[in-house]
């Protein structure tokens, strides 16, 4: 049986743009609320978001979705997970490309709660994680940690569900990881449920999509797509902290030489990592200085590169991530304004919680996205914590009640009228 009114403290290691603390309660799921999405054209003159644009998937790509590639049972997993006598495996498993519509293959982790599963089968979380990275080494299923992740997932196993941890396309399998596109991320997370669902046959399928920061857009997304694209599954609602749902104002504030320093950090990986889907881009329109230099140091996921990454962050200058013209700054601000959410109203309530002092995605960033889901006429509760950033952000215990209120069936918290 699934625990009632536990508190667990779920800690991800930190990483740039990875992990937070929260505390989850998890009790039985026993509620859909479900709505509708659809497409809204865009006015003229405005950016054409990628989610709005038309996208073909063949009916075979379509019924191949979530299939098993290759399974692995995980021997040794770590020690959080082991003390669970839990069930692991490292699977590869089929989704789409949100750009294209063509079929991909995508690495993830699934972990089975010990015993056996209650009545209705196990419900799942897919739990999105943090930016780790764009290069396929940065892959959480790669790692016995998960790259810190392991204490988060083990806490919610612990809490008798199935937990798919996605690495999402071109992380941990051949491939280009196509950073902040969020139809593809959101295709990765339904497909990382489907997937669960055929390693472990005993589950159910009512899910909750979870995240936290880039994984915060991921769970938002997968919540949009949720009604059109999650057919044969029954979505609960999506929690997201931190999430990074738009960030069309941080070229303004490169140009104006305003970023923080954890913004200017975070620079070589999202130019390097937009260029999955927009090759065009010229790093070095964007990266001078310190940042220009070794690329290997501010792209690495893990290792001593890592340390030395932090160790140069002393060495960046203001002007080093001021883009070389107005025309790289529209064009980067276009691309984000592309990829930011909402695009479509959402599937199920939405929970919603950034930090005042977040230095990274600015809480004002986050507010936005919410007044526009709010007009979109989406259900959302949204809390912004004072005192608390992007690495220190504590929603857990308001996490904790909203997670058991969708679980019994309570009416949902909607503040959009304070937003």
Same mark, same amino acid.
């Given at each position: ?207 909750? *999509? ?6 915060? #857009?991921?769970?938002?997304? !997968?919540? $949009?797509? &949720?009604? /059109?694209? @999650? +057919? ?123 930090? *005042? ?6 809480? #004002?960033?986050?507010?936005? !996205?919410? $007044?526009? &889901?709010? /007009?979109? @006429? +989406? ?41």
């Amino acid at each position: 049986m699934l625990g009632f009114n536990k508190e667990i403290t779920v800690i991800a290691r930190s990483k740039p743009l990875r992990a937070l603390v929260a505390i989850l309660v998890v009790g039985l799921v026993c509620a859909l609320l479900q709505g509708c999405a659809t497409n809204e054209a865009p006015q003229q003159g405005q950016s054409t978001a990628a989610g709005s644009r038309p996208l073909e998937i063949s009916p075979e790509v379509k019924g191949r979705r979530g299939s098993i590639v290759e399974t692995q049972p995980v021997e040794n997993p770590s020690q959080p997970l082991a003390d669970l006598k839990s069930r692991q495996y490292k699977v590869v498993y089929r989704s789409v490309s949100g750009v294209d519509g063509s079929g991909r293959e995508v690495s993830g982790t699934v972990v089975v709660p010990a015993g056996a599963p209650p009545a209705g089968g196990w419900p799942i979380i897919a739990y999105g994680h943090g930016m780790t990275g764009i290069g396929n080494e940065c892959g959480p299923s790669g790692y016995p940690d998960l790259l810190g992740y392991d204490l988060v997932v083990a806490s919610l196993v612990s809490l008798g569900y199935v937990v798919t941890l996605p690495d999402y396309e071109g992380l941990g399998y051949p491939g280009a990881h196509p950073l902040l596109e969020p139809r593809t991320a959101a295709f990765n997370m339904i497909d990382a449920v489907r997937a669960a669902r055929n390693v472990v046959p005993a589950t159910s399928t009512k899910w909750f *999509a979870v995240g936290i920061s880039q994984g915060g #857009q991921a769970s938002w997304a !997968a919540n $949009e797509y &949720a009604g /059109e694209y @999650g +057919d044969g599954l029954d979505l609960l609602g999506s929690a997201s902290m931190a999430p990074v749902v738009d960030m069309s104002k941080f070229a303004s504030l490169a140009e104006s030489g305003w970023l923080s320093k954890e913004q200017q950090v975070l620079m070589p990986m999202l130019v390097h990592g937009l260029r999955a889907t927009h090759p065009e881009l010229n790093p070095a329109d964007y990266l001078g200085g310190a940042l220009a230099k070794n690329t290997d140091t501010w792209l690495a996921c893990t290792g001593p590169l890592v340390q030395q990454r932090l160790a140069g962050a002393d060495q960046i200058r203001e002007s080093d991530t001021v883009p070389v013209s107005k025309e790289a700054a529209a064009k980067l601000e276009r691309i984000f304004a592309d990829y930011s959410l909402p695009q479509r109203p959402a599937t199920a309530p939405m929970l919603v919680i950034t930090g *005042a002092d977040d230095e990274t995605v600015r809480a #004002q960033w986050v507010r936005s !996205a919410v $007044e526009k &889901a709010c /007009e979109m @006429g +989406d259900v959302v509760e949204f809390t912004v914590r004072s005192g608390e950033g992007h690495t220190n952000l504590n929603g857990g215990p308001r996490l904790s009640g909203w997670l058991t209120e969708r679980m019994k069936g309570a009416a949902p918290v909607d503040n959009c009228n304070e937003v």
